[in-house]
Structures are given as C-alpha cells and as structure tokens.
C-alpha cells in the first residue's frame, strides 16, 4: 500500500434520472466547491437522459467543474466519434473534460440497443482498439489511419484539436484491463462496490506492474474511486456508512494507505442532503488531514 501523492480531488457521482434537477445539482455541486461531476453511461436506461447531452449542458451551466463520464459505454459509442465529441465539449467548456472509459457491461442491453455483444476478451480488445483511435483523432494529424479487428479508420481526418490533454480514465477489473490501465491510461476508474480496500493493494499492484514494464511512473497514473454510502447521524453502520467523521476517517485512510486521489461520491438517500453533507462536513476534513499527515 502506498501515498502516490497526488493532490486529492472530489467530485460527486450524478445519476442522470430524467425526472431529478439534474442541472441544479451539478450547480450545486460546484458552488460547494467540488472539483469534478461523474456520469454514468447506461443509453438503454429508459429512465435516464442522454450522459453525452447531460454532460454538455452541465459545461455550458457551470463555470470550473470538470466533467467527465463515469464511464462511456464503448460498445455503443464509436470511438471516432467519441472522441470527436470529447474533444468538442472540452474546447467548448474551455478544458473542463475527461474521458472516462468502459469496455462494457449488460450486454443483452446493449444488443437490445444495436451494439455489438462481446466475449470478455473481444470486449479488452476493442477497448485498447479504441484507446489508440481516441488519440489519433485528438492528435491534430491529417490522413489518419488505423486497422484493427474492432474499429478502423480510413484516412480519417482529425480535429478539433481538444483544449487541454484529454485523460483516459479506464474503469477496470480484470486482470487484462488493469494491464491496460498501467501500460496506456491516465487513470483508474473503479468503484467501491467492486473493488472495496482489501482488493486495492492487488489491483494497484497490477496496473503499476504493468506502468513499470512499458517504462511509465506509476503515480503518473491517477487513482478515482467512486464510494458508494450514507453519511448519517448516527453509529458507524460499516465501511462508507456512519457520520461525517468516519468518513473523513475512511477517506483520508484511503488516500494516505491506500493510493486513492480522487473521491467520486454516490450518495444514498436525500440526494441534496447527502451532497451537502459530504460538501461542507467531509471534504474539508480529508484535505486538512491529507496536507498534514503528508507535511508531517
């Protein structure tokens, strides 16, 4: 276990439900002073707007917050056209985006959608594909051309050229993506559920293994993790699931021992309560012990 010592960065995990303010959260969000606005990509979701469209509108409503989606469902968002988009919203937004990417789940929904079904492999495959299409079309070269099993490009043309360098930011599990992650992306992208703080030290070891092999510092790769619980007034209830400061306890634990830089947070609940809570009682606690303890 290990302090990469990035600076710690917060963000809030907004589900993109049709029927909820959606853009008076994400306001809310930045005036409470978080760094970053994550949003799933589930297109089949019938209860769910667009991710793509939500996150421009969240850009074009705010002024500071990065965005960026939590994470793209490959399988049914060509990268081409994907990264086109990505480099568009950041020039737009004026930096304000990143990348985050998936190879893909729920695959009966995304078939349902027109999307190709793939084999866990095939599914790796395709993600590294598109990891190197992204970054052509980002590139600002002309005649662009890519052959591969899953996607190709043509003579394809680049442009715009995004605002600043776009991360890639891979939410991965399996050994293969992890590779991935520690050979070409900028980040990782897990999630509590799946990856809880006993798992953390293999799955950092993985994707440093592989960062040191192609001849990459690991800590040029950045750790976000998207924690998943209640602050409440009462006792602890478990891990993520107790009062304000055993969360702070929690999360400070996490970036100091355990790697992780960026908290992406999915509150359960009183989605504006629990925002507030980790906003004004959680958040300042974590930077105030981080930049001491690693002072100290």
């Not at 395709?126 to 190197?132: F, G």
């Not at 891979?170 to 559920?193: F, H, I, Q």
């Not at 993520?240 to 609940?269: H, K, N, V």
Request: charged share 20%; hydrophobic share 40%.
């Amino acid at each position: 276990m290990a302090d990469y010592g990035r600076d710690v960065r917060f963000g809030y995990f907004l589900v993109p439900n049709a029927d909820d303010p959606l853009l008076e959260t994400a306001q809310t969000a930045e005036r409470l002073g978080l760094d970053l606005i994550g949003v799933q990509d589930h297109p089949y979701q019938r209860r769910y707007v667009d991710t793509w469209t939500l996150l421009s509108m969240i850009a074009a409503t705010t002024q500071r917050i990065t965005v960026f989606p939590d994470v793209a469902c490959l399988p049914l968002r060509p990268p081409a056209v994907l990264a086109k988009s990505a480099a568009s919203l950041d020039l737009l937004s004026g930096g304000r985006l990143e990348l985050g990417l998936g190879a893909g789940a729920f695959w009966e929904a995304i078939t349902a959608y027109g999307g190709a079904a793939r084999t866990p492999k095939h599914a790796i495959d395709a993600l590294t594909e598109a990891i190197q299409v992204i970054r052509k079309i980002w590139s600002g070269e002309p005649n662009l051309r890519f052959t591969g099993e899953h996607y190709h490009l043509t003579g394809a043309k680049s442009g715009p050229i995004p605002a600043h360098p776009i991360g890639i930011w891979l939410g991965a599990a399996g050994p293969r993506a992890l590779a991935l992650t520690g050979r070409t992306a900028n980040g990782w992208l897990p999630s509590s559920g799946w990856a809880p703080p006993s798992r953390l030290p293999e799955l950092h070891d993985r994707i440093d293994t592989a960062a040191a092999k192609a001849g990459r510092d690991p800590a040029d790769i950045r750790r976000l993790y998207n924690v998943n619980g209640t602050i409440t007034d009462g006792p602890s209830e478990g891990f993520l699931r107790g009062p304000a400061s055993q969360w702070a306890d929690e999360l400070t634990d996490l970036a100091l021992a355990y790697g992780m830089d960026s908290f992406i947070f999915w509150g359960e609940g009183d989605q504006l309560t629990q925002l507030h809570r980790f906003a004004e009682d959680v958040v300042p606690l974590v930077r105030e012990r981080v930049k001491e303890e690693r002072q100290g």
